[in-house]
């Protein structure tokens, strides 16, 4: 037992602790996305007679159906995951040494996450379109799911559900695992690096690495995670829009919301300095 414990707290399966206590939260995640993705195929081809001699082509009207819903099916899994997802945080919570949250006036902090969320989407967006980046065949397919729905799915799902499940993984919990062991920019860097590899292409993993770094520090300087939410719910809810009723991006709203993003980013960094 006592060569167990010798083991166990050796720097190596500190490490490997860590590791696995900082990705397990995204296998959930992922595993919920499984369970989501095969669930809708088996109810599809169910409904579509696969049990009734009609097999090849129920599971085909039924691949054909899940792939036009791929949206809708991400937001199923996120909405799976959230309640497990949310047991890790408030277990994290009673365990956790975070100093006391800042007393903030919460409509100035919610319009500075809002501004500072979406100016930064737009923005950035804006100069990965200038760069050529939003023209990538990987991109494009990942637009046309995220894009492809109705307005509703887009809204209940990138803009409201999906943001805080992948807050509570990717902050929640990473971020805040690696925090509890490490300066705050390598648990900032790897969270959103993480963040960034989970998107599952060029032009979103740059995306995502860049916002994951930037809801990170907005974790860190408020100590509140529905800070977080908030930001990332405002950077998806404007590309959401700008992709809806724009047909090309507009270099003076660009140049405003870079400005709001600053202006918001600023006032958070102003109210919360003696945080740190």
Same mark, same amino acid.
């Given at each position: 037992? %006592?060569?167990?414990?010798?083991?166990?707290?050796?720097?190596?399966?500190?490490?490997?602790?860590?590791?696995?206590?900082?990705?397990?939260?995204?296998?959930?995640?992922?595993?919920?996305?499984?369970?989501?993705?095969?669930?809708?195929?088996?109810?599809?081809?169910?409904?579509?007679?696969?049990?009734? %001699?009609?097999?090849?082509?129920?599971?085909?009207?039924?691949?054909?159906?899940?792939?036009?819903?791929?949206?809708?099916?991400?937001?199923?899994?996120?909405?799976?995951?959230?309640?497990?997802?949310?047991?890790?945080?408030?277990?994290?919570?009673?365990?956790?040494?975070?100093?006391?949250?800042?007393?903030?006036?919460?409509?100035?902090?919610?319009?500075?996450?809002?501004?500072?969320?979406?100016?930064?989407?737009?923005?950035?967006?804006?100069?990965?379109?200038?760069?050529?980046?939003?023209?990538?065949?990987?991109?494009?397919?990942? %637009?046309?799911?995220?894009?492809?729905?109705?307005?509703?799915?887009?809204?209940?799902?990138?803009?409201?559900?999906?943001?805080?499940?992948?807050?509570?993984?990717?902050?929640?919990?990473?971020?805040?695992?690696?925090?509890?062991?490490?300066?705050?920019?390598?648990?900032?860097?790897?969270?959103?690096?993480?963040?960034?590899?989970?998107?599952?292409?060029?032009?979103?993993?740059?995306?995502?690495?860049?916002?994951?770094?930037?809801?990170?520090?907005?974790?860190?300087?408020?100590?509140?995670?529905?800070?977080?939410?908030?930001?990332?719910?405002?950077?998806?809810?404007?590309?959401?829009?700008?992709?809806?009723?724009?047909?090309?991006?507009?270099?003076?709203?660009?140049?405003?919301?870079?400005?709001?993003?600053?202006?918001?980013?600023?006032?958070?960094?102003?109210?919360?300095?003696?945080?740190?």
């Amino acid at each position: 037992m %006592g060569r167990l414990k010798t083991i166990l707290s050796s720097r190596p399966a500190r490490l490997l602790l860590l590791c696995w206590r900082t990705v397990y939260p995204l296998l959930v995640y992922m595993l919920a996305g499984y369970l989501a993705l095969y669930g809708g195929l088996y109810a599809c081809a169910i409904r579509y007679g696969f049990f009734s %001699g009609e097999r090849e082509n129920a599971l085909a009207r039924a691949y054909g159906t899940v792939s036009s819903n791929l949206l809708l099916v991400t937001s199923l899994a996120a909405l799976l995951a959230l309640p497990l997802l949310l047991f890790f945080l408030r277990r994290d919570r009673r365990r956790e040494q975070r100093g006391a949250p800042m007393t903030l006036p919460l409509t100035p902090l919610a319009a500075a996450l809002l501004a500072a969320g979406g100016g930064f989407a737009y923005s950035l967006n804006f100069l990965m379109d200038r760069l050529g980046l939003l023209e990538m065949p990987s991109f494009q397919e990942a %637009g046309e799911i995220l894009y492809g729905e109705g307005l509703l799915i887009q809204l209940l799902g990138p803009a409201m559900v999906i943001p805080l499940v992948e807050e509570l993984v990717f902050r929640g919990l990473a971020f805040s695992r690696l925090r509890r062991k490490m300066g705050f920019w390598p648990a900032a860097l790897i969270s959103a690096l993480i963040f960034g590899t989970f998107h599952g292409n060029l032009t979103q993993g740059i995306y995502a690495f860049l916002l994951g770094l930037l809801i990170a520090w907005v974790y860190e300087r408020t100590g509140r995670f529905w800070t977080c939410v908030l930001f990332h719910a405002a950077a998806n809810l404007l590309s959401i829009l700008a992709s809806n009723f724009t047909d090309e991006f507009s270099i003076a709203l660009a140049v405003a919301c870079g400005a709001a993003a600053v202006a918001g980013s600023a006032w958070i960094g102003q109210k919360t300095a003696k945080r740190l």
